[in-house]
């Protein structure tokens, strides 16, 4: 079940592997009925700027926000820092060390293709057709879909991009210690993202989520579009278990995702701690 929030705090822009600008992203928040949104682009703060002047425009309270890309035990997880003072020096350090893998990796899919998909020039077409010199594995399916070497966004992932396959590159993330300390270094909330989309069996969320919380990690995204009924009932046992605040966010990137807006989400569970309590004012 689905309800309308007025807050939605996991949103992407076109400043990592979003669809739409900064302000257009505030924009459309706004005519969906959300009051306080976070903008929490991949590893990278710089649709902020241009996001805040399109908030004060919609009246709407803008969270600093970003999804650091971490590595543990040799997988991949993100990690959301909420309410960022972009000002902290260890935060933007550790920022620019995020987007310069971003670039490598980017370079090497890139390459990749050029060979796997008989292509010229990936790399740089699909930095042109982003906006960036760090685009993500979306944008790069996004790339092949338009050069008609697939039929879809999930065709390019099965054929080139996912592990795997010829394109995956693996890219070395910060630790999930150093992405946990950095985001309270800024004064923000680290919280597990999208923890349903890891594929991991109950044993191995809850042993994550224990190493997540002995790190200092605040809390966990249960609020979210296309949960099943058993996920649900296994991110309530989670955040309870590890006394964990709970998190909601659309996970948006595109309007042409059509299953999901922006503040639809399943209602916030009874009895559980927002990670919003007390950092709002009315």
Known sequence: ????????????????????????LVSRAADYGVTC????????????????????????????????SVRHENREY??????LDTGCGQ??????????ARVNRAREIGRRLDRAATLANSYER?????GTDAPGRPLFAR???????????RHAFNRYLKQGQSAFVATPWCALEEAIADIHAAGGTAVLAHPQAYGMTRKKLRQFLAHFKEA???GLEVAM??????QTALLDECWQHFDLQVSAGSDFHSPEQKWLALGRLPPVPKGARPVWEGRLTS
């Open 37 to 68: 949104l976070a903008l929490t682009d991949h590893d990278t703060l710089a649709g902020l700027p241009e996001a805040h002047e399109a908030a004060r425009q919609h009246d709407i309270s803008l969270v600093n926000g970003i999804e650091l």
């Open 91 to 100: 935060l933007q350090e550790r920022v620019a060390a995020q987007q310069e």
């Open 78 to 83: 993100h990690v959301l820092g909420l309410w």
């Open 1 to 24: 079940m689905s309800c309308n929030h007025t807050i939605d705090l996991h949103s992407h822009s076109t400043a990592s592997d979003g669809i739409l600008s900064p302000a257009a």
């Open 225 to 230: 579009p296309g949960l099943s009924p058993q």
């Open 143 to 153: 790339f092949l879909e338009e050069a008609g070497r697939v039929r879809n966004h």
């Open 126 to 130: 699909t930095c042109e057709l982003a």
């Open 216 to 218: 200092g990690g605040d």
